[in-house]
Nanobody, 115 residues
Framework: QVQLVESGGGVVQPGGSLRLSCAAS????????MAWHRQAPGKQRELVAH???????NHADSVKGRFTISRDNAKNTVYLQMNSLKAEDTAVYYC?????????WGQGTQVTVSS
């Protein structure tokens, strides 16, 4: 059973930075399609960034140039470095692992950007 545990969320002022971590059970981050999604209150969950098993990354236009997804295979962990945070980045951030059409989700971590 795949388990994903997110951490690193919190409250930050506009313009600040946070780094989210997604610790995975087992040796999966180098083999699975890994992604970060977010869901703001009253809005649908949206894809923020992903990294493929080949290490190819992609970021949503809304975060491009500010957020960076990466992974550490030895630690079985995926990261989301978030810089220049804006109020509209406030959301619950979820880690997702996809393998053979199955999606596994973490419990989410809250990010609040507020002055």
């Amino acid at each position: 059973q795949v388990q994903l545990v997110e951490s690193g969320g919190g409250v930050v002022q506009p313009g600040g930075s946070l780094r989210l971590s997604c610790a995975a059970s087992g040796n999966i981050v180098s083999r699975y399609f890994m992604a970060w999604h977010r869901q703001a209150p009253g809005k649908q969950r949206e894809l923020v960034a992903h990294i493929t098993s080949d290490g190819i990354t992609n970021h949503a236009d809304s975060v491009k140039g500010r957020f960076t997804i990466s992974r550490d295979n030895a630690k079985n962990t995926v990261y989301l470095q978030m810089n220049s945070l804006k109020a509209e980045d406030t959301a619950v951030y979820y880690c997702k692992a996809t393998w053979l059409g199955y999606n596994y989700w973490g419990q989410g971590t809250q990010v609040t950007v507020s002055s």
